[in-house]
């Protein structure tokens, strides 16, 4: 560290721990960002014992004194470094339960939010609830859905500030695994769009979603027997399972006020893909809801 | 070689050339078996100068004087050996335009058998339509559908000969990439079965096909909620798929005459699904009929 350089002393440490890789912000208490840091030891690639020394490979120099880290996200699964265990809808974005995990460092207290969980039809969330509470603390008393977009993409009803039922799509995983583990692979390449092409996928799924099995193997046809390109195999492709996606999660976006919580170019393919469908959303920003939500929990457990 | 084993001398050699392995069967000209070999040198191994050599590590045996090899499958792609460019429907399963592969050892010939494409909707296949030739050799004068279950199951309308139109899905695909690659694989397993399951999920994606997107996420959530067991899953995933794909071929074996051909326990799967559907069908072994394909197409080229 060089002399003119300040050092960085958090009143507190956001963390958004995930599958594939960890973000943390070294916080001001009046919810100022003061510096911010990843590392790609997400959850997946630890064993319990791990999650410290990571956490601390990121965090260790905005530490001076008792530090409170506040944790969303998969690092409070079975697999991570201690369990969340699930709230059950309806309930708070930000449930009781918070867990501790077990630290060595002295003065370090690392708090998880809980995950949420529904019965029937069962289903999952961790790390969403976080960014829906931050949304919540933005916008009070709001009522609608939330769309957060992204590998696994939740639809979540939201009412009188609590989460009330929500359904989850693997559409952004089965993209990446078909575009790159079946025989479209060779149709489809790693870049590429055709703004027209995915909004014909997108029409043609949302009338008739029952063909999508059939209408993923066109895409390999149409390229060997017609010579549609690789921009426009890649964008109806998208469109395809987004399409296909909003036809099964019609009673949730039907007639609703509806959120949008995403990275840019993925939620604004869903809000372009509702107004098709004379659906308006409003467009979030995935990051800045994250800290917000994390913020909720850390004044949650001061306060 | 033992000197009590008499040395195989095949009038010709069938060959059924995929992308993953290769099989080969010695035959006389009455269409008796020999022989039978195997190779794992698949087209997709294989540059154009690697198949004279993988051929003859299989037939070389076999061979005595001028053979003529009559083959079917990617051999005959693009990416083949030789491209035997693809027929277009309406056409006979075993239409004109054998493509001969250029081959170095001498009184060597190797034909292969075209693939068959159809413009509207585009669709392609290899290797299908000498199951088919084989199964209308076997039936003359039938007329219906033929269902050829498999990596990428096809649906194939029948009449007076020819093939008047297929379709393809990949749904074969889709269970092994979404069971391997997202985050299903910790649900599923390679092996284990639950026939209840399977029939329940058939019948759900046939109801309402468009929630396939949905009720793939939920295989997990079972799991992590409901405790729901790795043998259901794979059982009714397996179920969801094929309803799926069910529900959009319905033009195809509604009030049809229906043959499935494939490998014992795919094709029982898709034989009691239909059953399901009140939509009866005959169960045709794969192996037998692919060399009935062979043949017939064998005797096209003498005759």
């Not at 030891?41 to 410290?52: I, S």
């Not at 960014?131 to 009522?143: C, E, H, V």
């Not at 790159?180 to 009338?207: K, Q």
Request: glycine share 10%; hydrophobic share 45%; proline share 5%.
């Amino acid at each position: 560290m060089t002399e003119n350089m300040e050092r960085i002393k958090a009143d507190w440490i956001a963390v958004d721990w995930g599958t594939s890789n960890m973000r943390a912000w070294a916080m001001r208490s009046s919810g100022t960002i003061l510096a911010e840091d990843r590392s790609d030891l997400g959850m997946g690639k630890l064993t319990p014992e791990g999650f410290e020394p990571a956490l601390l490979g990121v965090i260790d120099a905005w530490i001076d004194g008792p530090t409170t880290v506040v944790a969303c996200g998969m690092v409070g699964s079975r697999q991570g470094w201690t369990e969340a265990p699930y709230a059950t809808v309806p309930c708070p974005a930000l449930p009781d339960g918070f867990a501790t995990a077990p630290t060595k460092k002295d003065g370090l207290t690392v708090r998880i939010i809980p995950g949420i969980k529904q019965d029937a039809p069962a289903d999952v969330m961790r790390g969403e609830e976080t960014q829906i509470a931050g949304y919540l603390a933005r916008n009070p008393n709001w009522d609608g859905v939330i769309c957060l977009p992204g590998t696994h993409t939740k639809w979540v009803h939201v009412s009188a500030g609590e989460i009330v039922s929500f359904q989850t799509f693997m559409t952004g995983e089965l993209f990446a695994t078909i575009s790159t583990h079946t025989v479209l692979r060779h149709s489809i390449p790693a870049e590429g769009w055709d703004e027209a092409a995915f909004l014909e996928g997108l029409s043609d799924a949302v009338a008739r979603p029952e063909r999508i099995g059939a209408r993923l193997f066109s895409l390999r046809a149409e390229g060997l027997v017609n010579g549609m390109s690789g921009d426009t195999a890649r964008a109806r492709l998208s469109g395809l399972l987004i399409g296909t996606e909003l036809a099964a999660a019609k009673p949730y976006w039907l007639g609703q006020q509806i959120a949008v919580i995403g990275a840019g170019n993925i939620a604004r393919l869903y809000v372009d893909a509702l107004a098709t469908l004379s659906a308006p959303a409003t467009q979030v920003k995935a990051d800045a809801i994250t800290i917000a939500g994390l913020t909720a929990a850390y004044g949650r457990l001061k306060g």
